[in-house]
């Protein structure tokens, strides 16, 4: 059983090590721009904390701050990985797509640029929608929330991981639909199992809400909403490729091989 396992763990070995290094050439490359991409990253925070200034007289003092000695290193590092991971996932995606190609067919391989650029494509829109979308009103409403009576002194460390986190979470979720369209494609789901899904799809959509975005509805919904509607998109998608049979042409048939059966189970009658 391991032989015949071997071939594949080699290829995922290899896989894996094309994407590991191309995310550390790009940690590297990043990590020369981290002070423009770390102002952009704090670009919504520094927002909410003017907002609050203007509504407090008490919170105008509101700051981004750190604690630890070398904590403006780290963060650097935190940044220049989170960007590097961006910015090397066109590659993964098409490693990915690599290492599931043996398996397919000569025409399913040649997908592999529509599959790596939709990927890239709908990641991209969900880091947009959640940083010029969710988090100014996230962020509007914590941070706001309570500073009437108190001053917010955010820490830089645990906001850059709260906000890769977010980040991460939409940019994902938004790959519903390229996963779905060609999960379609291969034939391995079709709309009607979708569907039927459904029902706990939105379960798990708002479990992963929960997880994945700030300790308050009004974040939790933002997230849920479109997901709900991407999965919705998900549905069409896959029944423009790989459409469920009509029921009645299946009862049909069923009830054709039914017949047929039971003619064939029938005893034929003695002449008289």
């Known amino acids: 059983m391991f032989e015949d396992l071997k071939p594949h763990l080699v290829e995922l070995r290899k896989r894996l090590g094309i994407s590991v290094l191309s995310v550390i050439v790009m940690f590297f490359v990043m990590f020369f721009f ?14 909410a904390l003017a907002s609050v200034g203007k ?5 105008a003092g ?3 701050t750190t604690n630890q000695v070398g904590g403006a290193f780290f963060v650097a590092l935190k940044v220049s990985f989170f960007t590097g991971l961006l910015a090397s996932l066109p590659i993964i995606l098409s490693q990915i797509w690599l290492f599931v190609a043996p398996g397919l067919y000569d025409n399913e391989k040649k997908l592999i640029l529509p599959f790596v650029l939709g990927g890239t494509i709908m990641f991209a829109v969900g880091v947009a929608f959640a940083y010029y979308i969710v988090t100014p009103f996230g962020f509007d409403f914590l941070i706001t929330f309570g500073s009437f009576m108190f001053t917010p002194l955010i820490n ?4 850059v991981g709260f906000f890769t986190k977010i980040m991460f ?7 519903l639909p390229v996963f779905a369209y060609f999960l379609g494609l291969l034939g391995l789901v079709d709309d009607r199992q979708m569907i039927s899904f459904f029902k706990y799809a939105i379960v798990i959509i708002f479990v992963v809400a929960a997880m994945l975005t700030p300790p308050d509805v009004l ?3 933002l997230m849920a909403g479109p997901l709900i509607i991407l999965y919705g998109v998900s549905i069409l998608l896959v029944r423009m490729v790989n459409p469920a049979e009509p029921e009645e042409e299946e009862t049909a048939e069923e009830d054709e091989a039914k017949s047929d ?8 009658a003695k002449d008289e």
């Open 55 to 59: 509504k407090s007289v008490i919170a």
């Open 34 to 47: 981290h002070e423009p991409i770390l102002e952009w990253i704090i670009t919504p925070l520094n927002d």
């Open 169 to 175: 979470g939409f940019g994902l979720a938004f790959e």
């Open 219 to 221: 974040t939790q919904m």
């Open 156 to 159: 830089i460390e645990d906001y």
């Open 62 to 64: 509101g700051m981004v």
């Open 261 to 268: 059966e039971s003619g064939a189970g029938a005893k034929p």
